[in-house]
């Protein structure tokens, strides 16, 4: 089983960049495909992107929303979503979750991101 930990998230000033982290233990999360979302109060979930996985030192990414990058670093089984030029509208819950290319079955607590006017 794999566990999830999401980190990164805080305060920001609105125009400014935040890297979020999604650390995997219990096995490598090479073996998933990995997503980022995000939920703010009163709002649907979010989809933000994913990462598929060539081998364990590559991959690439899919439906990776505007001003968002994600990407992956095996070694440290961590797949991180960086985000610039961040908007009062991108405060939310940030969360990660691994699968398969039908559904998430594993999600991380997430991360509060704050941004400020």
């Known amino acids: 089983q794999v566990q999830l930990v999401e980190s990164g998230g805080g305060l920001v000033q609105a125009g400014g960049s935040l890297r979020l982290s999604c650390t995997a233990s219990?096995?490598?999360?090479?073996?998933?495909?990995v997503g980022w979302f995000r939920q703010a109060p009163g709002k649907e979930r979010e989809f933000l992107g994913r990462?598929?996985?060539?081998?364990?030192?590559?991959a690439f990414t899919e439906f990776v929303k505007d001003r968002f990058t994600i990407f992956g670093n095996s070694a440290e089984n961590t797949v991180y979503l960086r985000m610039s030029s961040l908007k009062p509208e991108d405060t939310a819950v940030y969360s990660c979750?691994?699968?398969?290319?039908?559904?998430?079955?594993?999600w991380g607590q997430g991360t509060q991101v704050t941004v400020s006017s």
């Open positions: 979750a691994v699968g398969d290319l039908t559904s998430y079955g594993i």
């Open positions: 219990g096995r490598s999360i090479s073996q998933y495909t």
């Open positions: 990462l598929r996985w060539r081998s364990s030192r590559s």
